[in-house]
């Protein structure tokens, strides 16, 4: 009997700041939502959680199966200050069965850790994709996938790779702007392949290659029940 994987792939956008005393008041006059934060909403648990999450709640609609449908739902949302999740609405879909089902299983989450800037809590726009892919076969062993079962995660979830950053990233540059990066996550948690996808200067490149080149171990992906090389990217925010 086929066994049918259900894959979903997360693309968190991390965006790192100089250390700073957080305050975790809101300003309830403040009703805007916001694109561009300082730090992003998070499912709590990190992106493992989220990733188990839905793993165990998404349900493959037969419909697609039996037509071997496969691709992409791209969904964005509210997290409001609360943590909760609004506005729930699908940006690009592929079958209503499939649209609704991803709907449904993110109207089920449980509240998120909501987004900060400027020392407040404050709601944030998020929009991500969501991938439903049917596999029939054993993962070759030097393949880098970008669609896991389980994605890799920075050791101690995706607010500890924001203590890291934020504490260890350097600006010598004095630059204001994102640089965005990719690497592979091998199956042993190293990364490798550590290159710019999205420059910002010379300097903010080095710096940004630099430290993800002294990132400790990662926990590495995971895709029918084995560890995977998971190609991975994220942007690295610089503020003066």
């Known amino acids: ?70 691709g992409r739902v791209i969904i964005q949302l509210i997290i409001e200050k609360d943590g909760s999740l609004t506005n729930l609405h699908v940006l690009k879909g592929l079958t209503s069965d499939i649209n609704a089902e991803a709907l449904r299983v993110m109207r089920a989450s449980p509240k998120w850790m909501p987004a900060k ?23 070759n062993k030097s393949e880098v996938f ?35 990066i990719s690497f592979v996550v091998e199956k042993d948690g190293s990364l490798t392949d550590i290159k710019i996808v999205g420059s910002l200067s010379e300097t903010a490149d080095a710096e940004a290659i630099r430290l993800m080149k002294a990132s400790p171990k990662w926990k590495p992906a995971m895709q029918n029940d084995a560890p995977v090389r998971q190609l991975y990217n994220i942007p690295i925010s610089f503020i003066n």
């Open 117 to 139: 800037t400027d020392n407040k809590i404050v709601r944030s726009l998020y929009t991500f994709p969501m991938s439903f892919k049917l596999n029939f076969s054993t993962p």
């Open 146 to 180: 970008s669609v896991v079962g389980v994605s890799a995660e920075f050791p101690g979830g995706i607010e500890k790779l924001y203590q890291y950053i934020t504490k260890n990233l350097k600006n010598p540059g004095g630059d204001n702007g994102k640089v965005r």
């Open 1 to 70: 009997m086929r066994k049918y994987l259900i894959a979903i792939v997360l693309l968190l956008s991390i965006v790192l700041v100089k250390a700073q005393t957080v305050n975790t008041k809101s300003n309830p006059t403040d009703t805007t939502v916001y694109a561009d934060v300082e730090e992003q909403a998070h499912f709590a648990g990190g992106v493992e959680e989220f990733s188990n999450f839905i793993s165990e709640n998404l349900k493959y609609p037969n419909s697609a199966r039996e037509t071997n449908t496969q």
